[in-house]
């Protein structure tokens, strides 16, 4: 069985920083993209970032410049670096994975962790 698991969220003041996780199990993601999506309250799920197999990053302009997705050495763990947080970027953080891109595309993604809340205050 494949499983995402996020850790890593919490409650951090406007200009903190927080580092999130992903792990993912059951199969390997090596030859895979994998991503992170957010969902506020009431609002879709957005793209916010992804990276390929070798590496390659694509970014939400809203959060250029202040996240940086990297993945393990065992390809099967993705992190996102959160510096300069602002309130806009409190939701739930989701790890996703099995895109043969690193697109913004939801739908490209077989394989979603359950979330992990992140909740700026200001």
């Known amino acids: 069985q494949v499983r995402l698991v996020e850790s890593g969220g919490g409650l951090v003041q406007a200009g903190g920083s927080l580092r999130l996780s992903c792990e993912a199990s059951?199969?390997?993601?090596?030859?895979?993209?994998m991503a992170w999506f957010r969902q506020a309250p009431g609002k879709e799920r957005e793209f916010v970032t992804a990276?390929?197999?070798?590496?390659?990053?694509r970014y939400a302009d809203s959060v250029k410049g202040r996240f940086t997705i990297s993945r393990g050495n065992a390809k099967n763990t993705v992190y996102l670096q959160m510096n300069s947080l602002k309130p806009e970027d409190t939701a739930t953080y989701y790890c996703?994975?099995?895109?043969?891109?690193?697109?913004?595309?939801?739908?490209?993604?077989?394989?979603w962790g359950r979330g992990t809340q992140v909740t700026v205050s200001s």
């Open positions: 996703a994975a099995g895109s043969n891109y690193y697109t913004d595309y939801v739908a490209a993604y077989g394989y």
């Open positions: 059951g199969r390997t993601f090596s030859r895979d993209a």
């Open positions: 990276i390929s197999w070798s590496g390659s990053t």
